[in-house]
């Protein structure tokens, strides 16, 4: 049977049959690239500031081209906005729930976020999953798409391999201030924080991961594809966890994290043999 004769069986538009969506042009991968170092330092800079920016070095852009690959890559400077109190997730918003609290044990609060990672052509997003108290990465995983269901995913996973914290935080994107997300937060009977609508510092334990790994790793080696990006990640958190002494209190998180585990008779899942971090 022809594609024209099962097209018309089946309704279908034969150009949308042959039709294959379109890449980003080199030019504009590295535009993001350079927009993504530049929100490193500077995330209060939003899109004019990226247009002045980006014209200096001899990109010929204007303002509609830099706010669609910002939306793209999931970037919004922080600064405050009008109408704070008209949210598009109201009754999916959860209040800040560390502020003042002194963080002292494992499990006690874990920090969720999700990244932009560029690559050599082309680029992915990461989410991870801290405990605050260790610094240690306890999930995380790469995927080409933004989906609240991969996060639920990989937070799943990290609780039957860590056990269950007592607050999580997060920001106020859209995969995290779903339903899926937080039914499953709530089921999980887990206290739901979230930042301060353009409160960077109310996540700043895994924004600093976030810009210790590009700038130690992702920007050193640039990544040719997914499969390299996961596996140069895979290795850069295990030295992370496993043998990177952190400054802040002078231990290695995976030996900070277990220690306090010991001390406060925390309940120790099995680790699962099943891969660490399955590639989306």
Same mark, same amino acid.
């Given at each position: 049977?022809?594609? %024209?004769?099962?097209?018309?069986?089946?309704?279908? /538009?034969?150009?949308?049959?042959?039709?294959?969506?379109?890449?980003?042009?080199?030019? /504009?991968?590295?535009?993001?690239?350079?927009?993504?170092?530049?929100?490193?330092? #500077?995330?209060?800079?939003?899109v004019?500031?990226?247009?002045?920016?980006? !014209?200096?070095?001899?990109?010929?852009?204007? #303002?509609?081209? @830099? %706010?669609?690959?910002?939306?793209?890559?999931?970037?919004?400077?922080? $600064?405050?906005?009008?109408? +704070?109190?008209?949210?598009?997730?109201?009754?999916?918003?959860?209040?800040?729930?560390?502020? =003042?609290?002194? @963080?002292?044990?494992?499990?006690?609060?874990?920090?969720v976020?999700?990244?932009?990672?560029?690559?050599?052509?082309?680029?992915?997003? *990461?989410?991870?999953?801290?405990?605050?108290?260790? %610094?240690?990465?306890?999930?995380? &995983?790469?995927? /080409?798409?933004?989906?609240?269901?991969? *996060?639920?995913?990989?937070?799943?996973?990290?609780?039957? %391999?860590?056990?269950?914290?007592?607050?999580?935080n997060?920001?106020?994107?859209?995969? +995290?201030?779903?339903?899926?997300?937080? #039914?499953?937060?709530?089921?999980?009977?887990?206290n739901?924080?979230?930042?301060?609508?353009?409160?960077?510092?109310? /996540?700043r334990?895994?924004?600093?991961?976030?810009?210790?790994?590009?700038?130690? $790793?992702i $920007?050193l080696?640039?990544?040719?594809?997914?499969?390299?990006?996961?596996?140069? @990640? !895979?290795?850069?958190?295990?030295?992370?966890?496993?043998?990177? @002494?952190?400054?802040?209190?002078?231990?290695?998180?995976?030996?900070? $994290?277990?220690? &306090?585990?010991?001390? =406060?008779?925390?309940?120790q899942?099995?680790?699962?043999?099943?891969t660490? *971090?399955? +590639?989306?």
């Amino acid at each position: 049977m022809s594609i %024209r004769k099962q097209c018309t069986l089946l309704t279908v /538009n034969r150009s949308s049959l042959y039709y294959r969506p379109k890449g980003e042009s080199p030019e /504009n991968l590295k535009i993001m690239q350079i927009m993504d170092k530049h929100a490193i330092d #500077h995330p209060a800079e939003g899109v004019n500031s990226m247009v002045f920016m980006l !014209r200096r070095k001899g990109y010929g852009v204007n #303002h509609k081209r @830099v %706010r669609r690959l910002l939306r793209l890559m999931g970037h919004h400077a922080i $600064y405050p906005k009008k109408n +704070l109190s008209k949210l598009g997730q109201a009754k999916y918003i959860r209040p800040y729930l560390l502020r =003042n609290v002194a @963080v002292t044990r494992a499990n006690q609060a874990w920090s969720v976020d999700i990244t932009y990672i560029p690559m050599q052509r082309g680029f992915m997003y *990461c989410f991870a999953v801290m405990d605050i108290y260790s %610094r240690k990465i306890l999930g995380w &995983s790469i995927s /080409n798409s933004l989906e609240a269901k991969w *996060c639920v995913e990989v937070l799943e996973d990290a609780v039957r %391999r860590h056990g269950k914290p007592d607050i999580v935080n997060s920001d106020q994107g859209s995969q +995290l201030t779903s339903a899926l997300w937080t #039914h499953t937060l709530e089921d999980l009977k887990i206290n739901i924080s979230m930042d301060g609508k353009g409160r960077a510092i109310d /996540n700043r334990w895994i924004e600093r991961f976030w810009r210790t790994l590009k700038h130690k $790793y992702i $920007y050193l080696n640039p990544p040719a594809n997914g499969i390299e990006l996961y596996e140069g @990640v !895979r290795d850069y958190i295990k030295y992370y966890n496993e043998e990177k @002494v952190h400054h802040t209190f002078k231990e290695v998180p995976a030996e900070r $994290y277990l220690r &306090s585990k010991n001390e =406060n008779n925390q309940y120790q899942p099995q680790i699962l043999t099943k891969t660490e *971090c399955p +590639l989306v």
